[in-house]
């Protein structure tokens, strides 16, 4: 069975200073990976997926995540924090034959101004 | 192209009633998946539908059912409501429902249970 874990419950960050969200997996196989992003009473946004190929993933709203096999991780990265990135944060994972995702605990984000 | 749309938002029932949510996906898509969403269990994989057939179950007892129509609108029941059934509903569609498929979720419906 996969499982995600998110080590940390949550990350303070000054605005203009680097994001990181932390991230790492348990999957039989090649994993597909996934970041959504949920603000208060809304349901959850997708970020980014790795499926295959390059390491680097880029995505929305000025996000990227790096998969690095070895240490079977899949951290969430940006390289200046807004305040408007203030969110609570999911890393999801899925096996090769899995139809859901399984998603880790979630991390709050806080970008202090 | 409008998102996943869910009705309705808010929903507050007591304790043995049965509840109904509704979820419409977006425009082709044919894979809706359904999630509970609580403080304590955080995200946890109810259902998933494909062409009107579910496809993938999650641990949760037989008073969590669901169904998918023809135009993939789908919804789910909850029958003999408990109090911990409160939380989050989350909706999520997605064109075929396979492994490297992105899931586009709806704002969900939020159910309390008193």
């Known amino acids: 069975a996969q499982s995600v874990a998110q080590p940390e419950d949550q990350v303070n960050v000054a605005e203009g200073n680097p994001l990181t969200v932390k991230c790492t997996y348990s999957?039989?196989?090649?994993?597909?990976l996934f970041w959504y992003v949920q603000y208060p009473n809304r349901g959850l946004q997708f970020l980014l997926k790795y499926i295959t190929g390059d390491n680097l993933v880029k995505g929305s709203y000025g996000f990227e995540a790096e998969f690095n096999k070895s240490q079977t991780s899949f951290h969430l990265k940006k390289p200046s924090a807004l305040v408007s990135d203030s969110a609570l944060y999911f890393c999801a994972v899925r096996g090769r034959n899995d139809y859901k995702l399984s998603f880790g605990a979630g991390t709050t984000v806080t970008v202090r101004a | 192209k409008a998102g996943v749309t869910q009705t309705p938002r808010y929903l507050i029932k007591t304790r043995g009633q049965q509840v109904t949510l509704s979820c419409s996906p977006i425009?082709?898509?044919?894979?809706v998946s359904w999630y509970q969403q609580t403080p304590g269990q955080g995200l946890q994989f109810l259902f998933e539908?494909?062409?009107?057939?579910?496809?993938n179950k999650g641990n949760f007892p037989g008073r969590f059912s669901g169904r998918q129509f023809s135009n993939s609108r789908s919804e789910m029941n909850v029958s003999t409501l408990e109090l911990g059934d409160s939380a989050l509903y989350l909706c999520a569609s997605s064109l075929d429902g396979g492994p490297t498929d992105t899931q586009y979720f709806g704002p969900g419906t939020r159910l309390t249970v008193l």
């Open positions: 425009s082709g898509h044919r894979s």
């Open positions: 539908y494909f062409s009107e057939t579910q496809r």
């Open positions: 999957v039989s196989g090649n994993p597909y």
